[in-house]
């Protein structure tokens, strides 16, 4: 008999042969902009750190007294009798912060996702999602068993002929609930959605729209509320969800909007209730985190500028590299193996930047994704530029 572990190593075979296995690098230390791996140190270019809070010494701080406080566990459910102050604070914090009435915290962005959507939707429900919208979005409208409509990247006029096209067909006793879902930032191409066309058509078509601003909180707009904030529609979207482990230097994530949603989730959502809830100390940490968000723009001010910074260097060597906002900046290669390829030269030379190939990205369009910070130096940063230009060379 052959052993029935056989199988999988036949599709991790396949897997390689195709140059998509994944592994793994270690790091040994904090992150920060310049890591170590395999006792060599080398410029971190695709951590989602955007302001560097994660070795920030205050919410290292903040983290050790709230253990001291609390302990490390909540030991349960929210709803059974994990529910701890920390946890209430931090819903508090984002509500200030977001300017909606109310949030309600999830353990990670893919809980969140999957979470929101799953809970919202159901069978009769048709989702409209852009086709570059993160997996957990995806899984989420799997998971809910609605009617999917995928529309094209940022393309407002096919979002538009979707929803005439439902409220044609629409039931008049039982309208098709429907959502209309997007990542604000778009986590491997760095581009914006165009919020404010999809606000007016969801308001225009009496939808429900969700907005993902994993990559923009903390980032964009005034105080750093997201690229709501940044397009002034912070108070037309029905869901705001976010997460606190990318520029927030945290972990978990949230849900932003009104009392009737999180009370909502709460009764409804799955990943809500079915697991324990996040330690209180990383609570008390996020909260930390929402207060120097807010109190230090010069952080955002010095991510802005490098963000500049970089993404001309890049462009002045002939990458095709967009001016948008946003620390993730695409690299485009296309094929997967050549991708895998720079990165490891590059990694030997210094930079760590990882390679994004299928299924994260669609067929042909792997590319390095690099991301930047505000704790890079400029020195850092032409130390990158100088070594892509010389990896150009191979290309
Ligand atoms: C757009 C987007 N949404 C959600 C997530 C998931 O968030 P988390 O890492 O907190 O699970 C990610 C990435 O991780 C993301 O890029």
Redo the contacts with the bound molecule.
């Keep these: 008999m052959k052993d029935p572990l056989h199988i999988l190593s036949q599709e991790l075979e396949e897997t390689k042969s195709n140059k998509l296995f994944r592994f793994m690098r270690t790091i040994e230390g904090m992150q920060k902009p310049v890591v170590r791996i395999n006792g060599r140190d080398v410029i971190l270019m695709c951590s989602n750190n955007y302001l560097g809070l994660a070795d920030n010494r205050e919410l290292m701080k903040t983290a050790i007294a709230a253990i001291r406080h609390y302990g490390v566990s909540a030991g349960a459910s929210r709803l059974v009798s994990g529910n701890m102050t920390p946890h209430e604070q931090l819903e508090q914090d984002i509500a200030r912060f977001k300017k909606t009435g109310s949030a309600l915290v999830f353990n ?3 809980h969140a ?1 999957t979470g929101i959507i799953s809970a919202l939707a159901g069978k009769d429900s048709v989702v409209l999602s852009d086709e570059l919208n ?1 997996a ?1 979005i995806i899984d989420g409208i799997r998971l809910s068993r609605a009617s999917l409509r995928i529309y094209k990247h940022r393309d407002t006029t096919m979002v538009e002929d979707i929803l005439r096209s439902i409220a044609r067909k629409g039931n008049r006793n039982k309208p098709a609930k429907t959502l209309i879902v997007t ?1 604000s930032v778009f ?1 491997m191409d760095g581009d914006i959605a165009p919020l404010k066309e999809l606000v007016t058509l969801a308001e225009k078509y009496h939808a429900l729209i969700m907005v ?1 601003e ?2 923009a909180t903390g980032v964009l707009g005034k105080n750093g509320r997201g690229a709501a904030e940044m397009l002034g529609v912070n108070g037309r979207i029905h869901i705001q969800m976010g ?1 606190l ?1 990318k520029a927030l230097g945290s972990f978990g ?1 949230y849900a932003a909007g009104s009392k009737v949603l999180t009370e909502y989730l709460i009764n409804k959502s799955r990943a809500f209730i079915f697991t324990t809830a996040l330690p209180p100390a990383v609570c008390a940490v996020s909260s930390k985190a929402i207060d120097i968000v807010q109190n230090h723009p010069g952080l955002r001010k010095r991510l802005e500028d490098n963000i500049i910074f970089l993404r001309t260097g890049l462009r002045n060597l002939g990458f095709p590299v967009s001016n948008d906002p946003t620390p993730i900046i695409p690299v485009l290669i296309g094929d997967a193996g050549k991708t895998m390829k720079l990165s490891s030269l590059l990694f030997e030379r210094g930079i760590f930047v990882s390679g994004i190939r299928p299924p994260s990205v669609p067929r042909g369009t792997s590319r390095l994704r690099m991301t930047v910070t505000a704790a890079h130096t400029r020195e850092m940063l032409e130390q990158v530029i100088d070594e892509m230009k010389r990896a150009s060379t191979v290309l």
């Design positions: 990670s962005g893919y996702n993160h957990s990542d986590s993902d994993a990559h997460t482990g994530a």
